[in-house]
């Protein structure tokens, strides 16, 4: 796994053999309490791994990963899988997968939803993108930290679900704060609507 957070630990604790990059000096060494295997480089990480996950905010830091000194190409040749569980933009995905055609990798969607509340119990939501036989040979690792993944198309697929996803949630939380602006403005606290609202439509999460 490039990019530690906490879902290495979670897969650990699922009884996986994980091996972590992460440039984070404090995560890294909280994987190495939790007797995660931490290698220096993505290089080796892909040296020691059949299926890479890669978690980094950025498509820049993507493309470090992937292409830059130490990355993941040099040991893509030896049949590596890599799912991209970042969120960046489908056109992003696309111009980087291209870039490691004929490298012998084999390339999965996997972005993920739902808040930081679910990453310590292995709750998250995946939309995952690649053939059917790509998607279920990586499954069993990806539920160590997803308990919802759905197979929503090919390659490409789980990005543009994601960003759908992104756009549903964003609409809610702006007619959220459209709502208590308007009863404020007609006269009502907002802090009393707030905790009106909160047992009915304003616990509702996408």
């Known amino acids: 796994m490039v990019g530690l957070e906490r879902r290495s630990l979670g897969l650990h604790r699922a009884g996986f053999d994980v091996h972590v990059a992460d440039a984070n000096p ?20 892909g040296q020691s791994c ?6 980094v905010g950025f498509e820049v830091g993507l493309e470090a990963v992937l292409f830059g000194d130490n990355g993941l190409v ?46 310590p119990d292995g ?24 308990s919802d993944i759905f197979h929503v198309g090919p390659l490409g697929a789980g990005r543009t679900a ?19 602006d308007l009863a404020e403005a007609m006269g009502i606290d907002r802090e009393r609507l707030r905790a009106a609202l909160a047992p009915g439509s304003g616990r509702r999460r996408t």
């Open 26 to 45: 404090g995560t890294a060494k909280a994987a190495r309490c939790a007797s995660v295997s931490i290698c220096v480089t993505p290089t080796e990480l």
């Open 162 to 180: 994601k960003m759908v996803s992104n756009m549903i949630l964003w609409a809610c939380l702006t007619a959220m704060v459209e709502g208590l």
């Open 50 to 55: 059949d299926l890479i996950v890669v978690m």
């Open 74 to 119: 040099p040991a893509a040749s030896l049949g590596l899988t890599i799912a991209f569980a970042l969120t960046i933009p489908p056109a992003a995905i696309k111009r980087l997968c291209e870039r490691l055609v004929g490298t012998g990798a084999t390339l999965i969607d996997a972005p993920v939803a739902r808040d930081e509340a679910a990453t």
């Open 123 to 146: 709750t998250l939501l995946m939309f995952a993108g690649g053939t059917d036989a790509e998607i279920s040979a990586c499954r069993p690792v990806l539920e160590g930290f997803c």
